[in-house]
């Protein structure tokens, strides 16, 4: 089982920063790639941003290239976001699965293990 855990949400201008976390508990499985989801109001979730072991490395939504960037640490999985604008507000998400032949890095159907999420709003 995998556990996960999203902080740093909050609210800020355009144009300024924010850091979210995604604490990683894992009891039984290791997992190969965490990914970042988001959820706008009436809008589906989408793949944000994804970092995967063993040489499959980051990939990032076109939309939040060059100013987001996921890093990970001891148990953790961070998303560096720079830039924010207004349309970057929604519901994060951080989420764990394992890596197949045809795994999409950015598709919600290809993770397995979800965190409740933190609110990001960017005025």
Not at 31 to 52: L, N, S
Request: charged share 20%; glycine share 14%; net charge negative.
């Amino acid at each position: 089982h995998v556990q996960l855990v999203e902080s740093g949400g909050g609210q800020v201008e355009a144009g300024r920063s924010l850091r979210l976390s995604c604490a990683i508990s894992r009891t039984t499985q290791q997992t190969d790639c965490v990914g970042w989801f988001r959820q706008a109001p009436g809008k589906e979730r989408e793949g944000v941003a994804a970092i995967c072991t063993g040489g499959a490395g980051t990939h990032y939504a076109d939309s939040v290239k060059g100013r987001f960037t996921i890093s990970s640490g001891s148990a953790a999985v961070y998303l560096q976001m720079n830039d924010l604008r207004p349309d970057d507000t929604a519901i994060y998400y951080c989420a764990a699965g394992f890596l197949y032949p045809g795994f999409n890095y950015l598709e919600t159907d290809d993770y397995r293990f979800w965190g409740q999420g933190t609110q990001v709003t960017v005025s």
